[in-house]
């Protein structure tokens, strides 16, 4: 029998990324799709308009909590898609600058947002699509997405004491009709709830997803590169 050839267990994130940075320039090759890979290149944009700075959510908004399920095996793919101990999330300056709005307003009442996901690295959207390939679920990324521009964000409301959910019908990454952000075969708590949440997104600029009652988004994403900068080269430059 022929020998079996095994890789040591320690070389599977290498080669991730190795794969994602092949398939990342893959992507970009064959489109015209601008990404920002550099650092300096992202300094250099937000030096010329500081409407793009990347805000850290948890330091900007005093109370907000977080569940990144993409750090996590707790996701519809049942795999890490970000560094395990990612424990920090981003939005472009004006989108957080709402956000923290919203969640004052809810604060007033008891109620907070709880994040399960803000900015995405571009190379973990490749990594979607070479895992998926399903526009239904994941964004192509011959386009880009909300989250890769910073200015998308999947959240829910909490009870700010007990740090209970809002019943919102279904969970995160539900890919359902019931998830619809205007299916209404639903019990009445639930509408008010889902009815709440994007009430207080609209009223502060956001919009909502159509197949998402938890995706939220600001317009004019033609203003923002998309971006491939790790978590942590944020984290070291805050």
Known sequence: ???KISIPFTIYPLLLVILSTIAVR???AQNTLHVISDWKEYRHQVKNDPSKKMVELSTFIPGIVYDLRYATTNNFMKRKMYPAKTDV???RLPAAEALKKVQEELATTGLGLKIFDAYRPYSVTVHFWELIKDERYV?????????NRGIA????IIDLKSGIELDMG????????TAHSNFQHLDKKVIENRKLLRSLMEK???KVLDTEWWHFFI?????YEVLDLPFKKFKNHS
Do not use: C, E, I, Q
């Open 1 to 3: 029998m022929p020998n």
């Open 170 to 177: 279904t969970g995160f990454d539900n890919f359902t009709d």
């Open 89 to 91: 999330t981003y939005l």
């Open 153 to 156: 964000v999947d959240l829910t």
């Open 219 to 223: 317009p004019g994403s033609d203003r």
């Open 139 to 147: 964004a192509n990324p011959a386009k880009g997405s909300g989250h």
């Open 204 to 206: 502060n600029g956001f």
């Open 26 to 28: 893959k992507v970009v």
